[in-house]
């Protein structure tokens, strides 16, 4: 009777196991092409991505760089103060999408130009995307909106 109870607990055990082991590598099938990185300019140029890979760009849309052409499709360029890259973008930008603002884009590396299918902008005067300051503040470039200036 020991045993039988002692086998049987063995293949409950390794039932999970393998029951775990199975959902794991589907999830991990499933969450293959919706993990995007972020990169700032300056990390494209060091390191370009693999063809086709979908990535996030973020800095600050370069003031004097942003060019409405016809139909949707809209350039501009990034920088992240040290490199700047090109991006196109076809379809309605954010309202507050402005030059000088933080701009986070998904898409990928396409002849050089980043070719954006989703971009999103700040909401409010003081907000950045937490990876864009981060960016900024490796390049020595940001400055924050709340710090008050000495008097």
């Given at each position: 009777?020991?045993?039988?109870?002692?086998?049987?607990?063995?293949?409950?055990?390794?039932?999970?196991?393998v029951?775990?082991?199975?959902?794991t590598?589907?999830?991990?099938?499933?969450?293959?092409?919706?993990?995007?990185?972020?990169?700032?300019?300056?990390?494209?140029?060091?390191?370009?991505?693999?063809?086709?890979?979908?990535?996030?760009?973020g800095?600050?849309?370069?003031?004097?760089?942003?060019?409405?052409?016809?139909?949707?499709?809209?350039?501009?360029?990034?920088?992240?103060?040290?490199?700047?890259?090109?991006?196109?973008?076809t379809?309605?930008?954010?309202?507050?999408?402005?030059?000088?603002?933080?701009?986070?884009?998904?898409g990928?590396?396409?002849?050089?130009?980043?070719?954006?299918?989703?971009?999103?902008?700040?909401?409010?005067?003081?907000?950045?995307?937490?990876?864009?300051?981060?960016a900024?503040?490796?390049?020595?470039?940001?400055?924050?909106?709340?710090?008050?200036?000495?008097?």
């Amino acid at each position: 009777m020991k045993g039988l109870k002692k086998t049987r607990r063995i293949q409950i055990i390794a039932l999970a196991f393998v029951a775990l082991a199975g959902s794991t590598a589907l999830i991990g099938y499933a969450m293959r092409d919706g993990i995007n990185f972020f990169r700032a300019p300056a990390q494209v140029v060091a390191d370009p991505p693999q063809m086709d890979e979908v990535f996030r760009l973020g800095g600050l849309v370069e003031d004097g760089s942003l060019v409405r052409g016809q139909g949707e499709t809209i350039t501009f360029r990034v920088t992240d103060g040290a490199e700047s890259i090109p991006v196109a973008y076809t379809g309605v930008l954010p309202d507050l999408f402005k030059e000088g603002q933080g701009m986070i884009g998904t898409g990928k590396m396409v002849d050089g130009v980043f070719e954006a299918t989703e971009i999103l902008a700040k909401h409010d005067e003081t907000y950045m995307p937490k990876e864009v300051i981060d960016a900024l503040k490796e390049q020595g470039v940001y400055e924050d909106p709340n710090k008050q200036s000495g008097s």
